[in-house]
């Protein structure tokens, strides 16, 4: 096998720039990028790569891109119960491996695994730092310096506002934005208070400003360059009618924030909590306080079970938000004849592969824990959205899973969404990046004018 030209360039780049980000959209193989350019940075200066991902690309995709290039080197997964992680320190693992992947959430463990000779950071998916207030930023943030190059990769740097770019440039080089991010509001933005909170917005001419400072950093490269586009995506609405009985529920909710059932009453104790509980209604059940979930009705589910019917055995992605709508669509779907698998943090690295293959034609998963680094590109031609995710840049990125450059089978997009309910919300935030508050109040304001 051989590099495409672009990725060839974009191995230069790395080793021209010790300190940036690889901005490069899903499906580029970034991955790739980043093994060959260590496998000449590690021939020239030694030191082991660290590389940080979120658990399911930790697990899976880095071994396999080796493997799959026939690199020589010793991957090794920091990973499992304690015991299983003392282990490997113990035991020699760590010491004798050249390159070794940690999930985000076992970040606590750098204190341990500093001690070994790490030359090369690599956060595979680097915007999920973007978080400045994070745990995972202020475990990473000790040890930046102890690094000769970091590498930040990500399709989506900034997925919801570039202020989210503060963290990224940080782990970068401290040149990018400053040290502080009092430094960087202080610059870019203007404080104004919403409600009980202070927020800020940029400053004219910011936006432009923040990217290039950014872009001076990090390598992007156009689709022309890279060659090999996107196969033809078919966007498709299910609009459904909320059934009577659940839309007078859904009113009293979104009038009075609380509602009575079988089980007892429903409070929403403000309105996060309420947009949660819309939520809920629109995918026909509500979470009670002590006894799991009440079901007021089945239309999503139904419809989802009659599209996957439809597809007569292409294989599909369906997408969930909710553990109930999750269990309720698995028995459902069982029950019409379908064997479903669930994509998840331990599910085994055979299920993409199967996947990908057409051996499994019907995929469950949430975006939140599956949403980055997988190649689920092959056989699949159906993506069901049951519930979309606020976030624009989950959304991208779970769409990402399918629609990848190279691909050959149309794909055709599916978005199951009540009318007239907080499934419109969720739509006007992804389409326009809108903060989640700022979309709620703005449809509080419709239904106010409309009542």
């Not at 191995?11 to 980000?21: F, P």
């Not at 070994?116 to 930023?137: C, G, P, Q, T, W």
């Not at 078919?234 to 009577?244: G, I, M, R, T």
Request: proline share 4%.
């Amino acid at each position: 096998m051989e590099l495409a030209e672009y990725q060839k360039v974009a191995v230069e780049w790395c080793l021209s720039n010790r300190y940036g980000a690889l901005c490069l959209p899903m499906g580029r193989r970034k991955t790739a990028i980043i093994l060959h350019a260590y496998k000449i940075w590690k021939h020239a200066f030694g030191g082991k790569m660290l590389v940080v991902a979120p658990p399911l690309v930790a697990a899976n995709s880095w071994k396999q891109e080796v493997e799959k290039w026939g690199l020589p080197f010793k991957v090794v997964l920091f990973a499992g119960t304690p015991a299983q992680r003392d282990n490997l320190l113990k035991k020699g693992a760590v010491h004798n491996a050249d390159i070794v992947v940690l999930a985000y959430d076992m970040l606590k463990e750098l204190t341990r695994l500093m001690e070994y000779d790490f030359k090369v950071l690599v956060l595979d998916e680097a915007h999920r730092i973007k978080n400045h207030a994070s745990k995972r930023f202020e475990l990473l943030k000790p040890w930046r310096d102890s690094f000769d190059a970091r590498w930040l990769l990500t399709g989506t740097p900034a997925p919801n506002s570039v202020m989210d770019l503060f963290a990224l440039g940080y782990m970068i080089h401290e040149k990018v934005f400053g040290k502080t991010i009092s430094g960087f509001r202080n610059r870019y933005c203007h404080q104004i208070y919403r409600h009980t909170y202070m927020d800020y917005i940029l400053k004219p001419g910011a936006y432009e400003e923040i990217t290039k400072a950014f872009g001076a950093w990090s390598m992007t490269l156009t689709d022309e360059f890279m060659g090999g586009g996107y196969p033809e995506l078919e966007q498709v609405d299910v609009a459904l009618d909320l059934p009577p009985k659940a839309r007078i529920l859904y009113k009293k909710m979104l009038k009075n924030f609380v509602v009575e059932l079988q089980k007892g009453m429903i409070v929403a104790s403000n309105a996060a909590v309420k947009v949660s509980k819309l939520r809920q209604i629109a995918s026909g059940f509500l979470y009670t306080e002590n006894e799991g979930a009440e079901w007021l009705h089945t239309a999503k589910i139904d419809a989802c079970v009659e599209l996957v019917s439809s597809f007569q055995g292409e294989p599909c992605l369906i997408l969930t938000h909710f553990e109930a709508e999750r269990d309720a669509l698995d028995a459902s779907l069982r029950e019409a004849g379908f064997e479903p698998r669930h994509l998840n943090a331990l599910s085994p690295s055979s299920l993409c592969t199967d996947f990908r293959d057409g051996k499994v034609t019907v995929l469950i998963g949430h975006p939140a824990s599956m949403g980055e680094g997988l190649n689920l590109q092959g056989a699949g031609r159906h993506l069901v959205w049951l519930s979309k995710p606020w976030s624009h840049g989950t959304y991208v990125q779970t769409r990402g899973r399918l629609y990848r450059p190279g691909g050959t089978n149309q794909l055709t997009e599916w978005t199951i969404r009540m009318e007239d309910t907080v499934d419109d919300m969720v739509e006007t935030a992804l389409k326009t990046k809108k903060s989640v508050e700022d979309v709620l109040l703005d449809y509080m304001k419709g239904v106010s004018c409309a009542n």
